[in-house]
T-cell receptor, first 114, second 116 residues
């Protein structure tokens, strides 16, 4: 059973506010990911990290930023939220098992910017 | 670039009927392939994966998938649908052979409905 947590689960916030979405995992995984998920669309990778002090932008351009100061913690920050940021954000971590990396997902944060 | 196509954004079956969810990938070099399931208000959960070896892969909850290189497909099946199978299913591939550090490319998902 994978242990990966996201808070808050739901967030409604006004335009221009700064927000941080939290993601924590207790499995000691080095690799962590942030995805953006919209209905009927692919999950889009927006950030990933292969370990402490390592962060990279994903395939989908995003105005968010991330940090990785501790192995277990991978927060995502939006400095100034806009309605276009309304989406579901999924955090994941991965471990090598059976010849491939398997990703484990948190429950997601549904963000609405008004 | 690698891509994943899931045919049918919505599939509806009766309880007890065969479930078939389709997935095709684009690479000429077989990637590693995955199926994930997402229940309402939850994250994704790994159902099964194919890396090498036997092309028929069995996963959790009675699901299985067959890798067909000639058809570049990795369709997901279950012989008899249960009401609890109602969820969204995502096919995913690695960007290149060997896993590429764990990054995945996902399809758009197929929402499975199960009628009583």
């Amino acid at each position: 059973e994978a242990d990966i947590y996201q808070t808050p689960r739901y967030l409604v916030i006004g335009t221009g506010k700064k927000i941080t979405l939290e993601c924590s995992q207790t499995m000691g995984h080095d690799k962590m990911y942030w995805y953006q998920q919209d209905p009927g669309m692919e999950l889009h990778l927006i950030h990933y990290s292969y370990g402490v002090n390592s962060t990279e932008k994903g395939d989908l351009s995003s105005e968010s930023t991330v940090s990785r100061i501790r192995t277990e913690h991978f927060p995502l920050t939006l400095e100034s939220a806009r309605p276009s940021h309304t989406s579901q954000y999924l955090c994941a971590s991965s471990t090598y098992r059976g010849r491939a990396y398997e990703q484990y997902f948190g429950p997601g944060t549904r963000l609405t910017v008004t | 670039a690698q891509s994943v196509t899931q045919l049918g954004s919505h599939v509806s079956v009766s309880e007890g009927a065969l479930v078939l969810l389709r997935c095709n990938y684009s690479s000429s070099v077989p990637p590693y392939l995955f199926w994930y399931v997402q229940y309402p208000n939850q994250g994704l959960q790994l159902l099964l994966k194919y890396t090498t070896g036997a092309t028929l892969v069995k996963g959790i909850n009675g699901f299985e998938a067959e890798f067909k290189k000639s058809e570049t497909s990795f369709h997901l099946t279950k012989p008899s649908a249960h009401m609890s199978d109602a969820a969204e299913y995502f096919c995913a591939v690695t960007p290149s052979r060997g896993g590429s550090q764990g990054n995945l490319i996902f399809g758009k998902g197929t929402k499975l409905s199960v009628k009583p």
